[in-house]
């Protein structure tokens, strides 16, 4: 396996020319994997994208395997159990908390078999505090969003669970440079007041632009002080480069095809500030119509809705392949260069300023095209170095 970083954690957040660059060449998956076959799924997930291997989830499992059951079963002095509308917090732990705990352990136990001896990055996903708060209710059947203060005991409860994860992530690979990803999905929903309230008549208030930036830095700070790269993803439209940039992640995951050319100069300022590009540009399920993720996986689009929907899946676009999407990796990739030479920015910086992922989670489609589709991302990785032209 590659041991060479792709994110250098010893840069703190500040100034563009302290912000981690990638290896050359690196490609990852989004997080979420099909089915419930926890060995076959992290094996995939370490061989098939070596310069970034990564924690998967598999949803297919149940309640508490989900992204955000698993990110419910880190939080500290918090609990959850699963209610027919979706996850609602309750005063005290429960069989869904349980039952989550005891998944994310059974995989942190396989990971640490698969990476025996490892040195290098290592990518774990956790649901943002913005997407969490959207997506799980209070005890009055309402979001989370809609009270200010459960936000910031979220917020509070979600930092400390997320020390302590990554602390126990070093133990069990110590050898590894840990990067944590933020899955915020419904940030953009969040920011523009589009989360629907739990009768669906109506929609809650959009959160302060400031207080949202605030309650991510609060979690990026406390990441890197643990050794941890932080990036943010969304495969939702419209995700704010520069809120997360100024939030100090170090990387941004989206749906490369979603992007319009009103957001190319953001991403322009983005990058030369130094914040690296995951593109998504391979579709995420088999049919290669782009249609990707599933729900309670990974990346799940989440443009609205309400508690129980807001991690909803959706659905995302590859590389423009057509019906062969796996066929032509330097041509997954093609829409990137293009984006590149429109911006004026070097060839050169190219294969150090982005790294190739699927579109979204792969827990929609088949093992045998989760395999192929991470396979694939990493050879259109390196073609960014062969050929950054």
């Not at 632009?209 to 439209?237: K, Y």
């Not at 829409?335 to 911006?343: A, D, I």
């Not at 790294?355 to 390196?382: I, Q």
């Amino acid at each position: 396996m590659n041991d060479e970083s792709t994110f250098d954690t010893s840069a703190p957040a500040g100034p563009a020319d302290t912000l981690p660059r990638p290896a050359p060449g690196s490609a990852t998956g989004v997080g979420s994997m099909p089915g419930d076959d926890v060995r076959e799924a992290v094996r995939v997930a370490v061989e098939a994208v070596p310069t970034l291997p990564f924690l998967p989830e598999l949803p297919a499992r149940g309640p508490g395997a989900d992204m955000i059951g698993r990110t419910l079963g880190m939080l500290v002095e918090l609990y959850a159990r699963v209610e027919p509308s979706g996850w609602r917090f309750g005063d005290r732990p429960g069989r869904d908390t349980r039952r989550a705990r005891a998944f994310l352990a059974q995989d942190l136990d396989t990971l640490e078999e698969f990476t025996q001896g490892y040195e290098g990055p290592l990518k774990v996903q956790v649901v943002g505090p913005w997407t969490l708060a959207a997506s799980v209710e209070l005890r009055g059947g309402e979001a989370a969003l809609s009270d200010p203060g459960a936000c910031r005991d979220l917020t509070a409860s979600l930092t400390e669970g997320l020390r302590l994860h990554l602390a126990d992530l070093a133990r069990r690979v110590p050898g590894a440079r840990p990067v944590l990803q933020l899955d915020e999905p419904s940030l953009t929903a969040v920011l523009l007041g589009r989360i629907r309230s739990a009768s669906g008549y109506r929609t809650h208030r959009a959160v302060d632009r400031a207080v949202v930036e605030g309650a991510l830095r609060e979690i990026v700070e406390t990441a890197r002080a643990a050794g941890a790269a932080v990036i943010a993803h969304s495969c939702a439209p419209s995700v704010p480069f520069g809120l997360l940039r100024r939030a100090g992640v170090s990387g941004v995951s989206f749906d490369f095809s979603l992007l319009t050319e009103s957001e190319w100069d953001t991403i322009g300022e983005a990058v030369e500030a130094g914040t690296v590009l995951l593109a998504g540009v391979v579709p995420g399920t088999d049919t290669g119509t782009g249609a990707s993720g599933s729900s309670g996986s990974s990346g799940a689009s989440a443009a609205g809705g309400g508690a129980s929907g807001a991690a909803a899946s959706g659905t995302g676009s590859g590389s423009g392949t057509g019906s062969t999407p796996l066929s032509d990796p330097a041509g997954s990739v093609s829409g990137v260069r293009s984006l590149w030479r429109g911006l004026g920015l070097s060839p050169g910086t190219l294969a150090e300023s982005v790294v190739v992922t699927p579109a979204c989670g792969l827990a929609g489609a088949s093992p045998g095209y989760a395999r192929a589709a991470l396979t694939h991302c990493a050879k259109a990785a390196r073609t960014l170095v062969d050929d950054p032209e």
